[in-house]
C-alpha cells in the first residue's frame, strides 16, 4: 500500500492517489488525462512509515497489528512486536512460547533500525538473538506457559532482548513514548490518508 503523487510537467500542481494509480484521473490545471507512455507524466512515492518486504526490516525491531491487517489498524488497538534478523525473520514472544515467522510480517512497522547499533553487521545480530534465545535462562524465562497477555509478553521479550545487547534498559513506558507512540500516529495518518484516496478512487 502506497501513495503516490503524480505530476504532469509544466503544471502547478499534482495529484495525490494510491499505486497503482486510476487511468480516469486528469491533471487538475490543465484536465489532460494521465498517460504515463508520455514523458509529461511522472510519479513519486510519498514517504511510508509501512515497511513491506523483509528486506526493508531486516536488523530491526518492529510491530503490526495483533489482528488484522496495518490498512485497518486504529490508534490504541494491540500490537505485535518482534526482532527482525539479518535475513527478516521475526521473533517474537506470545502463546506459543518464542516463534520465528517471515511471510506474516509484510506491512509492519520499524521501531528501531538495529544495524548502526551492530556497524552494519547483522551476523552479530543473528548470534546475540541465537544465543538470547538458546540460553537456558531466557528458554525458561520465555516458555509459552510463562506467556501473560499483560504482564509477561512480546514488549517484555523485546525489552529483555534491548537490555541484553546493552542497547539500552527502557521502562516500557519510556520506550512507548520514545518509539512506539509517535510512529504508530504517522501510520494511523498514513493508513487514514490511504483509505480516503482508495475510497475516491
Known amino acids: 500500500m502506497k501513495i503516490i503523487v503524480i505530476y504532469h510537467d509544466g ?4 495529484i495525490l492517489g494510491v499505486d497503482p494509480p486510476s487511468s ?16 509529461k507524466w511522472s510519479i513519486k512515492p510519498l514517504p511510508s512509515p509501512i515497511s ?23 490508534f490504541g488497538k494491540d500490537l505485535h512486536i518482534g526482532i527482525s534478523d539479518s535475513n527478516g525473520q521475526v521473533y517474537s514472544f506470545w502463546t506459543k512460547g ?24 547483522l ?28 504482564t509477561w509478553n512480546c514488549f517484555d521479550f523485546v525489552l529483555e532482548f534491548l537490555k541484553f545487547i546493552n542497547f539500552r534498559n527502557y521502562k516500557a513506558v519510556d520506550f512507548s513514548e520514545e ?22 478512487n
Open 52 to 74: 513491506e518486504t523483509q528486506k526493508e526490516t531486516a536488523g530491526c525491531i518492529v510491530v503490526k497489528p495483533s489482528h488484522g491487517n496495518i490498512q485497518s489498524y486504529s
Open 98 to 121: 518464542v516463534e520465528t515467522q517471515k511471510t506474516t510480517w509484510g506491512n509492519s512497522v520499524v521501531l528501531i533500525d538495529l544495524r548502526p547499533y551492530f556497524f552494519g553487521n
Open 123 to 150: 551476523k552479530n545480530l543473528d548470534n546475540c538473538i541465537e544465543f538470547f534465545i538458546e540460553t537456558q535462562k531466557m528458554s525458561l524465562r520465555f516458555h509459552k506457559s510463562k506467556y501473560r497477555e499483560t
Open 24 to 39: 480516469t484521473k486528469k491533471c487538475p490545471t490543465c484536465e489532460a488525462k494521465i498517460d504515463f507512455k508520455d514523458q
Open 179 to 200: 518509539f512506539t507512540t509517535k510512529k504508530m500516529q504517522g501510520v494511523v495518518k498514513y493508513i487514514t490518508l490511504y483509505n480516503k484516496l482508495l475510497n475516491e
Open 11 to 14: 503544471c502547478p500542481t499534482s
